[in-house]
Nanobody
């Protein structure tokens, strides 16, 4: 009964692709901004991408053109399609939801997923 349930992490080779999924409860999915943060070893959390209820997306410069966030309204699920993966993408990826705002650094995020490990081998 977790409010954000993540899946899709794993080990891939550089240049490969991976798709993360985050299923949310209806109340969150329908009313909150959704996004993905990641934390690489020894580094701070950073926002990778976010998507509003209206479908407006925002991507970090480091992943722009490679990652795509999307919403599947029928399944109340947010996806992060990751292409052209690099070793520096290796991190724990966290689904997040907030009723107002998701910044580059997490501040008072309302809901967090458990995190899923993404490892990219070079």
């Amino acid at each position: 009964q977790a409010q954000l349930v993540e899946s899709g992490g794993g080990l891939v080779q550089a240049g490969g692709s991976l798709r993360l999924s985050c299923q949310a409860s209806g109340s969150i999915f329908n009313n909150y901004i959704m996004g993905w943060y990641r934390q690489a070893p020894g580094k701070q959390h950073e926002l990778v991408a976010s998507i509003t209820r209206g479908g407006t997306t925002n991507d970090a410069d480091s992943v722009k053109g490679r990652f795509t966030i999307s919403r599947d309204n029928a399944k109340s699920t947010v996806h992060l399609q990751m292409n052209s993966l690099k070793a520096e993408d290796t991190a724990v990826y966290y689904c997040a939801a907030d009723r107002n705002y998701l910044g580059s650094r997490p501040v008072r995020v309302d809901y967090w997923g458990q995190g899923t490990q993404v490892t990219v081998s070079s």
